[in-house]
DNA sequence: CTTGAGATGTTCT
DNA sequence: GAACATCTCAAGA
């Protein structure tokens, strides 16, 4: 089990300046980090979907500018969270170069670090595999909010570090989907996940 | 395992 | 008004 001492280190500017896809891609396997107060959570990132306004109807900002979410244009690396269904978050890990609107949505984590306040967080009377799987649930688990929009992924409190010795993704093992939850856009493939990992959200058929 | 309804706030038409 | 990058619970197969 890791310590303290041995939680990793963000990753660097050039590893958020990777083309939307491949770093919707890279991204699983990665590891997102949180530290809030005492508390210090950790999850292997196992399902994520890109947004790419310029070209993608599901996308935010698409054809239609918004200020509320300027995040998306921010440098890569930057958090954009916003608040839907009138309940719940999204978390998203902007991309591309400043000025450019495009973003990752992260889907699920399969959590490794402070399940138990994970837990109590979701309500949850004990850990579950599947209590980070869902955008919705991984902002509960995690104790994100507005209030973490535009926060940098490579700060103290908020960060994603490279892939985990704890709970290790074959490449071989991603797969691509049409994305959950849009009306247009299906017949783009830009949810990625890892292939019959218990932790990633959606129906079984979604997750084979 | 699946389906469907309800909860709830912000943004868009 | 309607739609929405969602989740939970209860009921049915």
Not at 12 to 21: D, I, K, Y
Request: proline share 7%.
């Amino acid at each position: 089990m890791l310590d303290n001492l041995n939680i990793p280190k963000p990753e660097e500017e050039a590893f958020f300046l990777q083309p939307t896809l491949e770093l919707a891609q890279s991204l699983i396997g990665a590891t997102l980090w949180r530290h809030l107060g005492s508390e210090i959570t950790g999850g292997v990132i196992v399902e994520t979907e890109a947004y790419i306004s310029a070209v993608d109807p599901a996308s935010h900002n698409y054809r239609r500018p918004s200020k509320k979410r300027a995040a998306m244009y921010g440098p890569p690396g930057t958090a954009y969270i916003y608040f839907t269904y009138g309940m719940y978050h999204c978390f998203n890990v902007v991309s591309e170069p400043e000025g450019v609107s495009a973003a990752v949505l992260i889907r699920a984590v399969y959590p490794i670090y402070g399940q138990e306040i994970m837990a109590a967080r979701r309500r949850l009377a004990a850990p579950q595999l599947t209590m980070a799987a869902g955008p919705g649930r991984l902002c509960m688990a995690f104790a994100l909010t507005r209030a973490d929009n535009m926060a940098d992924l490579r700060g103290n409190d908020l960060w994603i570090s490279g892939p985990s010795n704890y709970y290790p993704i074959e490449k071989g093992t991603i797969r691509t989907s049409s994305r959950i939850g849009i009306s247009s856009g299906q017949e783009l493939q830009w949810r990625y996940y890892s292939a019959g990992c218990p932790a990633v959200s959606g129906p079984a058929a979604l997750r084979r």
